[in-house]
């Protein structure tokens, strides 16, 4: 069993917790991601990677609720256990097989939409231990849904926050912010890595494009099963089908076809909407049973 040894809610109906792991501590790179389950019969959760610690055995994790899993795993507190914790998985950053000294001579932007903030953590704080330096943007809607902003300080070279409604930092979208920066400030970037919702990571795309720089997305959240047996994540990659879990999660932003991605991705928010509703019902005493109990 996995107990958990830290919860901590980072915003509303979001759950940082840390997880009793230390062989995935162990092997853990920045990029990956693991599969936890709550009980025996839980589904399995691929969750990424927000931070690791080989010495005490702890592996972080952060949950957002959207649906009847995520749900119970957030309902769990310290001293629980998950009956699974599977990992690490998928691809780390090409960071970590890059060239150390061609890597500090890079100048470096992440950005971070929401929960997306952190599995950026971890390449951020990765890049700071070699001596390496990036900028950071976080973007949220307001300012109660930032997260980890000071851990994100204390390793990013500059920290930069956007909120929708400008209760905090620059008024605007992420890619505003980002385009100020370049066009106004004078900054110059060789890589752009964006992690966080679908839509936000498309027009980041777009923009980066038209400045010629490499970018670099996650594509975490299409992940269903985490095996690459369900297919949902499939992908299509500069005309080619790839499963995020199996072959990414991590792809070049300017090959993948977004909006298929987001016709997937809505598909299976559907599906999972549906079955919440089914299990309240069920749990009422009045729905059909057919199906719920596997």
Known sequence: MFEILKKQELAQNIILMNVKAPRVAK?????????????????????????????????????????SSTEKICALNEGDSFSAFVGPLGHPSEFVYDNIEELRSKNILFIAGGVGTAPVYPQVKWLHEQGAHADVIIGAKSKDLLILTDEMKAVAENLYIATDDGSVGFKGLVTNLMKDLIDNQGKKYDVVVAIGPMIMMKFVALATKEY????????????????GMCGACRVSVGGKTYFTCVDGPEFDAHEVDFD??????????????????????KAAGHACKIGLDK
């Not at 010629?212 to 095996?227: Q, R």
């Not at 298929?260 to 019902?281: N, V």
């Open 27 to 67: 092997s853990a790179k920045p990029g990956q991601f693991v599969i936890v389950k709550v009980g025996d019969k839980g589904e399995r959760i691929p969750l990424t990677i927000s931070d690791y610690n080989a010495e005490e055995g702890w592996v972080t994790i952060v949950t957002q609720i959207v649906g």
């Open 260 to 281: 298929e991605a987001m016709r997937r991705q809505g598909m299976y928010k559907t599906i999972e909407s549906r079955k919440e509703k089914m299990e309240q019902e």
């Open 212 to 227: 010629g720089i490499k970018t670099i997305v996650s594509l975490n959240s299409l992940m269903v099963d985490g095996t």
